[in-house]
């Protein structure tokens, strides 16, 4: 009887090992909306309510980082954008600081930059403190950490003594460029050209997932906790729902950043600096020395979604 356990046994932890869980965090850039100047407060609404209610469905944890300009408009603030925030942070979402003016960070002054910073925390640590919650992430715009160790070290230094931590991105993805094509077919209301760029765009995802994959199994011997970067667009509000069920049907459930950020691969140490926006993935493999051959098979935008957002 033992001899026929020790075979069943060994075949349970092979299939569990096999069949474990993968685990990703939702976040999401830009916030409260990307609205290609559609000034229109039901259309933003919308938008933001159907991102919402597509995130709690599915269980999302999701943090959403936040452009605080977005906020004002030439009268002031803007008293729906913050009932936006509001609402997603009494949905259980989180929120970070994006910066003031999505300044680029190798092109902006330390000074300069690091106030941006500061003014784009004033309404957002207001808004959480009123639910007890308080400010901890920060999200590089374009994920330029600087261009320089000097650089991206004073940063990095400064967001410390803030009490920030950064945001890393694992899986990252030109979601923007389908959000543009996808915004360009509902503004001409050309509903089969959305469905194509939707359909599209979740296999692209996928693609990229998967590709990700294999890189954090080259780097790690496993697949790590990944942080998916997408951005708060029309097509992401129509589309998360879909993009729950692909990552489910490849093994995932969702975390939130905290969590995330347990996996001890985030302490890998960067150290190569460049004017690049990139995955961390990517980040900590140019500093192990990894080239060309390295990064081959990576998915590419198709031809037809650059040009509609060209």
């Known amino acids: 009887m033992r001899l026929l356990t020790l075979p069943i046994l060994f075949i349970f932890l092979f299939s ?43 269980n999302i944890p999701a943090i959403g980082f936040v452009n605080g300009r977005k906020l004002y408009d030439e009268k002031g603030l803007i008293n729906f954008q913050i009932e936006m925030l509001k609402n997603w942070i009494n949905n259980g979402l989180e929120l970070g600081n994006h910066t003031y003016s999505h300044f680029d960070y190798n092109t902006t002054s330390f000074n300069d930059f690091t106030l941006d910073i500061l003014k ?45 931590k950064i945001a890393p991105v694992t899986i990252d993805n030109e979601d923007y460029l389908f959000a543009v094509a996808y915004h360009r077919a509902n503004v001409k209301n050309n509903k089969d050209l959305m469905l194509k760029i939707g ?7 996928e693609k990229k997932t998967k590709y990700y994959e294999v890189q954090s199994q080259k780097l790690f011997g496993r697949n790590i906790n990944q942080i998916l970067l997408i951005h708060a667009s029309l097509l992401n ?5 879909s993009l729950a069920v692909m990552f489910k049907r490849n093994g995932y459930d969702f975390i939130c950043m905290d969590k995330t950020l347990q996996d001890d ?22 500093s192990q020395g990894k080239r060309k051959d390295f990064f081959k098979d990576e998915p590419v935008t198709p031809d037809y979604i650059n040009k509609l957002a060209e």
């Not at 359909?199 to 995802?205: F, N, T, V």
């Open 16 to 58: 569990l090992s096999f069949g474990q869980i993968k685990h990703i965090c939702f976040s999401i850039d830009d916030m409260p909306v990307v609205n290609y100047k559609i000034t229109d407060s039901s259309y933003q609404k919308k938008l933001m309510d159907n991102l919402i209610h597509s995130l709690k469905d599915n």
């Open 120 to 164: 784009g925390e004033t309404n957002l640590k207001e808004l959480l403190g009123a639910k007890g919650y308080s400010l901890k992430y920060f999200r590089h715009p374009f994920l330029h950490v600087g261009d320089t160790k000097e650089k991206a070290d004073s940063l990095s230094a400064f967001l410390s003594i803030r009490g920030y």
């Open 199 to 205: 359909h599209d765009y979740i296999d692209y995802m």
């Open 237 to 241: 509000s129509d589309y998360v729902d």
């Open 265 to 286: 691969a985030y302490k890998t140490e960067i150290t190569v600096f460049d004017k690049w926006g990139i995955s961390w993935l990517d980040k900590w493999a140019l």
